[in-house]
């Protein structure tokens, strides 16, 4: 009798995200959530020109960390993608790709990415300091980023908030986890031929963050004009993560956020000047410096390394689920200024997002391999 000596593999373990990854994004998001009460210190600055001042500082602060970090200029492709003469590319790695974007032969190659490569153990990747050379379909990527992320966010909360309130934009934002839970891993690259298919547990921790989203923000009243403008709001926001995620393993978290940043000053100053005019720009007072250095320094520059760091790591749905740290940085900083009360259900409603956060931090990998169920590996300068 033949005896069948095949043992079957030993199923994965549930795969969690690096709790740097899963503290960066929590972080970041709260805050974003601090944006709302600072904004109000800059309420009489010209809007479009402020977030221009803002841009540009942050993008001028980023660009001076990836000198110091070591890490190379961005520069646009030479005819044929080549890589630059006398710098080695990864193997593997697609044009463009540079020190942070270590290829894999196993998984990925499209992403430049290299499972268990750790910092200073990368092989076959470009010199420190190489430019990394991007082709015209990235640059477009990124200014695609830059404008509905950036730009069009904040003239849709403005125009939101203007018409109806910050509750309702509030409210609509809050359903960003429930959104990226379905459409992130649907827009991931297919795995063996397979598309993935949205974890059910994380499509349950998304609708608890989006219920505690509510409840600490409240219900309010709109029009539609305020209903349009938030759900312009909300496809900005999916954009702002969905999008970055085929740039972030060429250029690492730093060059993402610097040029995202410098990409949406022209685009705000041409807002301002269709707006003010001239006056778009003028000297502000001692307290809107200090609220327009926060926003450059705190809420562009931390905020968005912290979650470009993070959001590889977690993939996009899981991501997706801090989103609702946004309205407990809001609840927080309202109480800690002194701006309004915190009433329970602000409490009860913060308290429902972080039980959502930590339900779809648990889930296990899913059966077709998705970007929800096992976290991409973080650029290698994502450090």
Known sequence: MKVDTTTSAP???????????????????????????????????????GQAVRYAAASVILLI?????????????RRGGG?????????????????????????????????????GRRRGVAARGAPVRLR???????????????????????????????????????????V????????????????????????????????????ATGLGSGGTAGLLWSLGALACEICFSLLALPLLPALGPIRLSAWSAALAVPFLLAAG??????????????????GLAYLTVVVTTIAFLLWYRSLPRLGADRAGLFAGMIPVGAMVT???????????????????????????????PSLTGSASGSPLPAPDAAR
């Open 136 to 178: 015209l379909r990235q640059w477009a990527l990124m200014a695609s980023l830059s404008l509905t992320g950036l730009v069009a966010f904040n003239i849709c909360v403005i125009e939101a908030t203007r018409a109806s309130g910050p509750v309702l934009a509030g409210i609509v934002l809050g359903t960003v986890p429930l």
């Open 65 to 77: 960390v990836a000198r110091l970090r070591g890490l190379g200029p961005v520069r646009p492709a």
């Open 273 to 290: 000047f269709a707006v003010d005019g001239v006056g778009m720009l003028r000297v502000p007072t001692a307290a809107e410096a200090m």
């Open 334 to 364: 309202t109480a800690a200024l002194g701006l309004g009360p915190v009433t329970p259900a602000d409490i009860a409603g913060g308290a429902v997002v972080i039980a959502g956060i930590l339900l779809g931090l648990r889930t296990p």
């Open 11 to 49: 199923s994965a373990p549930p795969v969690r995200p690096p709790m740097s990854a899963a503290a960066g994004a929590a972080v970041g998001m709260f805050i974003v959530g601090t944006l709302a009460a600072i904004s109000d210190v800059i309420a009489d600055y010209p809007v479009y020109g």
């Open 83 to 119: 890589a630059e003469p006398g710098r080695s590319a990864a193997p593997g790695a697609a044009p463009g790709q540079g020190d942070e974007g270590a290829s894999s032969a196993a998984t990925g190659r499209s992403r430049g990415l290299e499972p268990g490569l750790s910092t």
């Open 180 to 215: 990226m839970a379905v459409l992130g891993p649907l827009t991931s690259p297919a795995r063996g031929g397979r598309r993935s298919r949205p974890s059910p547990r994380v499509l349950a921790a998304a609708a608890t963050v989006v219920a505690g989203t509510t409840l």
